[in-house]
């Protein structure tokens, strides 16, 4: 039978790239098939010259099972990372007596050599078809922190984030310890920047909801981002952050008005109307109410060439601040769709530097350059650029003040980072990945960004800024605000949508309550004093299997989906982590276990039924105000 190509053809939609690379791969030199007295094969391998046993050379797949279930001692692996593939004994042992809480295997294979052999030895199709089992096969170590992200945000995987167990593959994990090391670093590292993307705390997600509503008349009356998708291809954008660097070149933008679209931060507005250059579009994303420092006290007419392109959920305060035109952009949070007024939705990461890359690319522009992207302190200390509105040396994000780290430098061999900044240039280093274009950072200093070409502004604009384009007119041409007929449309929509939201979350608070109710009347049942060993861990068994179900059907709910998912996903992942850290093998106390799980469900129920509570009334108040506007402009007072 020819395993190659049945096994090549299982991976071909999935892993295109590797489906490619091992078709056009030659039998490798360095590594033989041995037989073994078990009938299973092995391998040798060369490695520096001399030539080793890739499995246990008598019995690979006994030798494998022995290894995976007893020398391991796997407490927990709900989520199996294997470090090493050979000839795949160590996986075919697990996948064989596969634990019942496993819920999914990742693998990583540094040498394709081996895959090639396996691929030509067994039928893989089983495991390479399996959703479930994500393949690391060949991937360089540069790009192990993007794979894994990927891999991370299918299936909420992060929910293992303490349920996960490292499987290595003896000499495939000895003969290339610093990758499989940097496989290990970049899996947690990748666990926490999911972590940061979904969010610190339910009151943070709650204020967003109450500034977007609060702003319903910047929502609903302002032109939408989505009427410039498309409209500048091929033309460059600059996007200009707030790195000290900036200071260095930031005379050599005068000009590139015509020549380029240009992006601004808030930050970076009053730096850049100083030096006399007029940005076209000015990002800001931030819910708190120091982003109004950024726009105070500059005057209207310096401002009629620039749009403000902000999420709803900046604070009233900041948006009025704000004196020219502005731009609706919406962040891809659950509650945008479930408001259903489409401005244009986006996939925009932490930072308005990350929002105006990700805006430069939904407009066609190509390619986009940075410029003040440091993302690292200065050589002296400075942490942003002169002129802003919060200083050239921030205290609050000062050495000693907060953890700092040394990365790799775009000119310097390193620099010297923190945790925040970090997290943007790994968003951009995500987001530049799928990103067709070509992106240069011409930053001049700072941290260095994978998938960047690092080059001076002024190579830059003689390489890239040639042609000239009225990109003003081009803006001005192409927004329109939305006829009156439009506006009293979406007033309705929402005052239907916020309605019909207020009367879900009331179902939904009832059932909650009456589910906290069953978790204290059975933990209240007799048989916990009796200490009834068997009947305890059997019935614990079956309620928490039910609670689990009870879980996914009331998250999955449409009010919640829809209202309160993004409020609460912290907590609530934040408790999946919890739920899936108890052990379930090799635990000491499995009934003390068993009751914490179970225990930890009142919490569960009742912090959901009070952050609903208050989302219920942030509505209910809410709903007041809009339904006051949608009635002042019917009877014409439309300003």
């Known amino acids: 039978m020819d395993y190659f190509a049945k096994n090549l053809n299982a991976i071909k939609a999935r892993y295109p790239d590797l489906y490619k690379t091992l078709k056009r791969m030659k039998p490798p030199r360095d590594i033989k098939i041995v037989k073994t007295p078990s009938g299973h094969p092995t391998a040798k391998w060369r490695v520096n010259g001399k030539w080793r046993y890739l499995h246990d050379p008598t019995d690979p797949r006994g030798t494998a099972e022995r290894f995976v279930f007893e020398e391991k001692r796997l407490m927990n692996p709900r989520l199996a990372v294997f470090l090493g593939f050979g000839l795949g004994y160590n996986v075919f042992a697990f996948l064989g007596h596969r634990p019942?809480?496993?819920?999914?295997?990742?693998?990583?294979?540094?040498?394709?050599?081996?895959?090639?052999?396996?691929?030509?030895?067994?039928?893989?199709?089983?495991?390479?078809t399996r959703q479930e089992i994500h393949l690391l096969f060949g991937v360089k170590e540069e790009y192990l922190f993007l794979r894994l992200m990927d891999i991370l945000s299918q299936g909420t995987l992060v929910r293992?984030?303490?349920?996960?167990?490292?499987?290595?593959?003896?000499?495939?994990f000895e003969a290339n310890k610093p990758y499989y090391h940097s496989l290990i670093k970049a899996f947690k590292d990748a666990i926490r920047e999911t972590l940061n993307g979904i969010g610190n705390a339910p009151k943070d997600s709650l204020i967003g909801l109450d500034n977007t509503l609060a702003n319903h008349?910047?929502?609903?009356?302002?032109?939408?981002?989505?009427?410039?998708?498309?409209?500048?291809?091929?033309?460059?954008?600059?996007?200009?952050?707030?790195?000290?660097?900036?200071?260095?070149?930031?005379?050599?933008?005068?000009?590139?008005?015509?020549?380029?679209?240009?992006?601004?931060?808030?930050?970076?507005?009053?730096?850049?109307?100083?030096?006399?250059?007029?940005?076209?579009?000015?990002?800001?994303?931030?819910r708190v109410p120091l982003v109004k420092k950024f726009f105070t006290r500059i005057?209207?007419?310096?401002?009629?060439?620039?749009?403000?392109?902000?999420?709803?959920?900046?604070?009233?305060?900041?948006?009025?601040?704000?004196?020219?035109?502005?731009?609706?952009?919406?962040?891809?949070?659950?509650h945008y769709y479930w408001l259903g007024i489409d401005k244009g939705i986006l996939s925009i990461g932490p930072s308005s530097a990350n929002m105006g890359f990700t805006i430069a690319e939904a407009l066609g522009c190509d390619p986009i350059i940075l410029v003040g992207q440091d993302l690292a302190y200065a050589p002296d200390g400075r942490t942003h650029a002169a002129d802003n509105a919060l200083g050239e040396k921030q205290e609050a994000i000062l050495p000693g003040v907060i953890d700092t780290f040394w990365v790799k430098g775009n000119y310097e061999e390193r620099v010297l980072t923190t945790k925040v900044w970090h997290m943007f240039l790994k968003n951009y280093e995500d987001i530049i990945s799928g990103y067709f274009g070509t992106c240069i950072n011409a930053t001049e200093g700072g941290a260095y960004i994978p998938g960047t070409k690092?080059?001076?502004?002024?190579?830059?604009?003689?390489?890239?800024?040639?042609?000239?384009?009225?990109?003003?007119?081009?803006?001005?041409?192409t927004l329109h605000v939305p006829s009156p007929?439009?506006?009293?449309?979406?007033?309705?929509?929402?005052?239907?949508?916020?309605?019909?939201?207020?009367?879900?979350?009331?179902?939904?608070?009832?059932?909650?309550?009456?589910?906290?109710?069953?978790?204290?009347?059975?933990?209240?049942?007799?048989?916990?004093?009796?200490?009834?060993?068997?009947?305890?861990?059997?019935?614990?068994?079956?309620?928490?299997?039910?609670l689990g179900r009870v879980r996914g059907e009331l998250t999955n709910h449409p009010s919640y989906l829809g209202i309160m998912a993004h409020i609460t996903q912290s907590f609530i992942i934040g408790k999946e982590i919890i739920f899936n850290a108890v052990p379930p093998y090799y635990?000491?106390?499995?009934?003390?276990?068993?009751?914490?799980?179970?225990?930890?469900?009142?919490?569960?129920?009742?912090?959901?039924?009070?952050?609903?509570?208050?989302?219920?009334?942030?509505?209910?108040?809410?709903?007041?105000?809009?339904?006051?506007?949608?009635?002042?402009?019917?009877?014409?007072?439309?300003t």
């Open 299 to 334: 005057p209207e007419d310096k401002l009629r060439d620039t749009y403000l392109v902000a999420i709803p959920l900046l604070t009233p305060d900041s948006l009025a601040a704000y004196k020219g035109e502005k731009i609706v952009a919406l962040r891809s949070f659950a």
């Open 454 to 477: 690092v080059m001076t502004l002024k190579d830059t604009k003689k390489a890239y800024l040639s042609a000239k384009t009225n990109v003003l007119a081009r803006i001005r041409d």
């Open 587 to 638: 635990n000491p106390d499995p009934i003390k276990a068993q009751r914490g799980i179970i225990a930890e469900h009142i919490d569960w129920f009742q912090t959901n039924v009070e952050i609903m509570g208050k989302t219920k009334k942030l509505l209910q108040r809410h709903l007041r105000r809009i339904r006051q506007t949608a009635e002042t402009l019917k009877g014409g007072e439309m």
């Open 160 to 172: 293992f984030a303490k349920a996960f167990e490292f499987i290595e593959t003896s000499l495939s």
């Open 100 to 128: 019942p809480v496993n819920q999914s295997l990742i693998i990583a294979e540094k040498e394709l050599a081996f895959i090639w052999m396996a691929f030509h030895r067994f039928d893989l199709t089983p495991m390479l």
């Open 217 to 286: 008349r910047f929502f609903i009356e302002t032109p939408g981002i989505n009427q410039l998708f498309e409209t500048f291809k091929k033309v460059p954008a600059i996007i200009v952050a707030t790195g000290p660097s900036l200071n260095k070149n930031i005379e050599q933008l005068k000009g590139c008005e015509e020549k380029a679209l240009i992006i601004s931060v808030d930050a970076s507005l009053k730096p850049l109307l100083k030096h006399g250059i007029t940005p076209h579009l000015v990002t800001s994303l931030e």
């Open 485 to 546: 007929e439009k506006i009293h449309a979406d007033y309705e929509k929402l005052i239907g949508v916020v309605d019909g939201g207020i009367s879900g979350l009331d179902a939904l608070i009832a059932e909650y309550r009456e589910w906290r109710k069953k978790v204290e009347a059975f933990l209240s049942r007799e048989m916990w004093r009796k200490g009834e060993k068997k009947k305890l861990i059997e019935e614990s068994g079956r309620f928490i299997s039910e």
